[in-house]
């Protein structure tokens, strides 16, 4: 048997084809590998499959130049044949506005129509929509009744098994704290945490500790405020799971002794692992270090470094050092 794609040799036991990649698809009907056609030659059952593989070809433009409108007429072709993959496809195509204008009417219509089908994915799609209120205008948005929608669709998709939904229901923690609902707003922190989703388990720090963000940010300041270790303990978690502000709190707190031993060269390694993540504030803080000296040589020009990056991310705190040290070592004074 020959892959449809690069007419390579393949297994028919084969999943992908080890030459180009391409998934080996199947009929549906009789399992025959398919050639191709849209009919399979075995047993000619029509199949969905091919039609979103070549639909998923054509929208992210693997192996043939990208094409939204031939991506579109695959896509509607295996959602005519009940493919709930097609139909979530369909439904981030017009959420995106991917070749056409962004409608999300017509989203939310194809996210249910693969709901429909139990596909887990366009729940939690669905359930982001009504998060975000998106295609309604502000004025119509209620947290109350769109929070509900959004838990409602996180907990279907959940009870089906997949497990992101409920790392997902962090949103609606989210819901509850710009309500001020913060029992209900720490339960939902709590499980999306559990179920390993870094922002919570952030969150979760910073309720036991207020030292790093005020209250636009952290929902509870001063709650627990010293119980430092639990808060210790969720900035390691995610910061385990490469969460870049979790690593720069666990930085400010070495750095400032705050709830463990003061420890410059500790606070030195957690601004640098969330800052090659892209934290600002962390750069910030490495620039510091090296421009007073803490914990390291002293050392202007990577402090002038670090506040460059900063700068360049359209952070303005480092502008008057950036000044200050370009001077200092243009007159080497």
Known sequence: MNCVFCKNKINIKSKFCPKCGNKIIHCEKCNTIFMGDKFCAECGAENSKIMYEIGYMFNIGKGVDQDYSLALEWFEKAAELDNSSAMLSLGHMYKNGEGMGQNYSLALEWFEKAAELDNTMAMINIGYMYVRGEGVTPDEYDPDEYGYEALKWFEKAAKLGNSNAVKDMYVIGVIYDKEGNYALADEYYQLAAYCGNSDAMLILGNMFWDEIYDASVS???????????????????????????????????????????????????????AAALGNTDAMYCLGVMYDKGKGVAQDYSLALEWYKKVAEDGDKRANNHIKRITTKLYFNT
């Open 219 to 273: 929902i509870a300041v001063g709650l627990h405020k010293e119980d430092m270790e639990i808060a210790i303990d969720w900035y390691q978690k995610a910061a385990a799971l490469n969460n870049a502000d979790a690593m720069y709190c666990l930085g400010v707190m070495y750095d400032k002794g705050k709830g463990v031993f003061q420890d410059y060269s500790l606070a030195l390694e957690w601004y640098q692992k």
